[in-house]
Antibody
Framework: QVQLVQSGAEVKKPGASVKVSCKAS????????INWVRQATGQGLEWMGW????????GYAQKFQGRVTITRNTSISTAYMELSSLRSEDTAVYYC?????????WGQGTLVTVSS | DIVMTQTPLTSPVTLGQPASISCRSS???????????LSWLQQRPGQPPRLLIY???KRFSGVPDRFSGSGVGTDFTLKISRVEAEDVGVYYC?????????FGQGTKVEIK
């Protein structure tokens, strides 16, 4: 079945970077966009950016421009989201989701905790 | 950015009774080909979001037919005809007409 499996929870200090992976299976990885969405505890969903795994083209929400980088390794059907200059407000669950205009499926989520 | 506004933010419902959630966008979600890119997502407690409805009213694979979507232009509605215990969670509308994709604040459906 179509599935996205994300890497495990991370604890980072303020100012550090984090890189979360999202491994796709059950479909052609390069045929569908991957999006990254985050959710702070008890809060709503916030779209961060997208990538076309075939071309490598990306787009980011203005809020994260300069701090977020989405990449991929097509040989292992895996997308990555790296967020730099972490601050406490970046503590959240980070999700990847397949699709361009409809997001399905979603990864299980990766908790990133930023704490000194 | 397109702002998505949901009402109510909390919906206490009796099991077996209907529930309705509204979503309004700050601008039309109709693209140049006449498609309206409005989806509804369900997030059960402790779970990632799940796609329920896309393009206003198309139920995604495996979604029970008690869920239905309607609307036009900037005003949309998600209805649950008879709420079941497994429907407890937060529901989000999402626009995908343009970047950045944006979500409503979420509506929590709880059992009275």
């Amino acid at each position: 079945q179509v599935q996205l499996v994300q890497s495990g929870a991370e604890v980072k200090k303020p100012g550090a970077s984090v890189k979360v992976s999202c491994k796709a299976s059950g479909y052609s990885f390069t045929s569908y966009d991957i999006n990254w969405v985050r959710q702070a505890t008890g809060q709503g969903l916030e779209w961060m950016g997208w990538m076309n795994p075939n071309s490598g083209n990306t787009g980011y929400a203005q809020k994260f421009q300069g701090r977020v980088t989405i990449t991929r390794n097509t040989s292992i059907s895996t997308a990555y989201m790296e967020l730099s200059s972490l601050r406490s407000e970046d503590t959240a669950v980070y999700y990847c989701a397949k699709g361009t205009r409809t997001f399905d499926p979603w990864g299980q989520g990766t908790l990133v905790t930023v704490s000194s | 950015d397109i702002v998505m506004t949901q009402t109510p933010l909390t919906s206490p419902v009796t099991l077996g009774q209907p529930a309705s959630i509204s979503c309004r966008s700050s601008q039309s979600l109709v693209d140049s080909e006449g498609n309206t890119h409005l989806s509804w997502l369900q997030q059960r407690p402790g779970q990632p979001p799940r796609l329920l409805i896309y393009r206003i009213s198309k139920r995604f694979s495996g979604v029970p037919d008690r869920f239905s979507g309607s609307g036009v232009g900037t005003d949309f509605t998600l209805k649950i005809s008879r709420v079941e215990a497994e429907d407890v969670g937060v529901y989000y509308c999402m626009q995908a007409k343009q970047f950045p994709r944006t979500f409503g604040q979420g509506t929590k459906v709880e059992i009275k």
